[in-house]
């Protein structure tokens, strides 16, 4: 089974000229059978819209891999989804030769029971497409946020941002309450373990009055520092979970002001690429896109 590597290079950004920017949105609700319809265990996950999460994940699949390419396989419930499905078409045959590349230890694992061939990410890499789950994503940007989950060991937030910025064709998953504009709640902001109090202290300033900075624990009691066991990811930094009260406006500005302060790592906005979300709701899902069109 292939582990994510620990390694990682800074990779160039895509960049959209703004003026360029043509964003547009095809709503493609695929509809939903009726509950009374399904049988009794699909039902009941119809009621909760976790059927049309299925199909969003096989949708990420069908719509964009082909026989051959190479695929960043990401990370969350429907990620999970769209690997099982991946791995459904290879054992079918319907498709051949694709190559995984996990964005965390659990899609290798999860990858791997599928029996999807494996490659670590490396700097190198030609990815051809990517899919993702997002904790949230901004209507309109799709700027994304992702790493709010407990790190369960080997997560890293790093490795899973170097996947998509290096796919050519990236794709999200993601529910409709966690779709919109100026949502709020956490971003992971990773920091140097030395100075992480006073990183801690700069964000706190910086975004004073909308957010509290809060270290993220390992396990057990959190508070302000982390609580007595402090998280240190696998690749030595500490979480900082800066918690939005007020609505999030312009995630590629929180991005930028974030990327400006001296002990921040990386965090887990990504924005200003070209991507697709896949938005689920009960009743079906939705197709948007901020694709460039050049003319
Ligand atoms: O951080 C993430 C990916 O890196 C996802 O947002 C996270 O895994 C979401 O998980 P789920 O969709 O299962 O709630």
Redesign the pocket.
Known sequence: MAHASACFFSLPHHTLSSSRRNIHSSNQNIPARPPSELPVPIARAASDGSVNLLHAAKRAVDSYVTSGMVVGL???????LAIQHLGRRLRDGSLRDVTGIP??VSSASEAAKAGIPLEDYRDSLQIDFAF????IIEEDTLAA?????KLEGG?S?IQ?KSVMKTASNLTF???DKQYGKGLDGSIPVLVNTGNWMETAEEIDDLFLGDAEVWRRPTFGHADPHGGNFPLVTSEGHHVLDVIFTSPILDLAQVAKDLDRIDGVVDH?VISSIPSTAIVVSKTGVTVVNNIVETT
């Open positions: 990401g990370s969350g419930r429907a990620s999970f964005t965390s993702m789950d997002a904790d946020v992702i790493g709010r989950r997560e937030i899973e998953i993601v529910p887990g």
